[in-house]
């Protein structure tokens, strides 16, 4: 039973910066590939970044690069999305997924379609 539980999101105002944070549980956090995806009102569920369970190694979307890092501590079980120069745009759900398909990816993907366990979400509004 694999379980994610989302954190850190809230109201910022436009320029500002969030960490938000993805505890997950089930499994040493290398067994999976974790992606990180966000959901705005009326949209399809995007994805923004992923990290491999072959290598570490973390894609990125090309809308996500330069404003979103993504890291991962395997001690702690959690992964984290840090955001930069947050937009009114980026007001979203934002949604932590594992996909622990064996064997793994030697690259994660970032369709929605690919990943089985999601969290419940954090709320990232951005507003002045």
């Known amino acids: 039973q694999v379980q994610l539980v989302e954190s850190g999101g809230g109201l910022v105002q436009p320029g500002g910066s969030l960490r938000l944070s993805c505890v997950v549980s089930?499994?040493?956090?290398?067994?999976?590939?974790i992606g990180w995806f966000r959901q705005a009102p009326g949209k399809e569920r995007e994805g923004i970044a992923c990290?491999?369970?072959?290598?570490?190694?973390?894609s990125y979307s090309d809308s996500a690069k330069g404003r979103f890092t993504f890291s991962r501590n395997n001690a702690k079980s959690t992964v984290y999305l840090y955001v930069k120069n947050l937009r009114p745009e980026d007001t979203a759900a934002y949604f932590c997924?594992?996909?622990?398909?064996?064997?793994?990816?030697?690259?994660?993907?970032?369709?929605?379609?690919?990943?089985?366990?999601w969290g419940q979400g954090t709320q990232v509004t951005v507003s002045s």
């Open positions: 997924a594992a996909d622990a398909r064996y064997p793994p990816r030697a690259l994660c993907a970032l369709s929605e379609g690919e990943y089985t366990y």
């Open positions: 990290v491999s369970s072959a290598d570490g190694t973390i």
């Open positions: 089930g499994s040493p956090l290398d067994y999976y590939a």
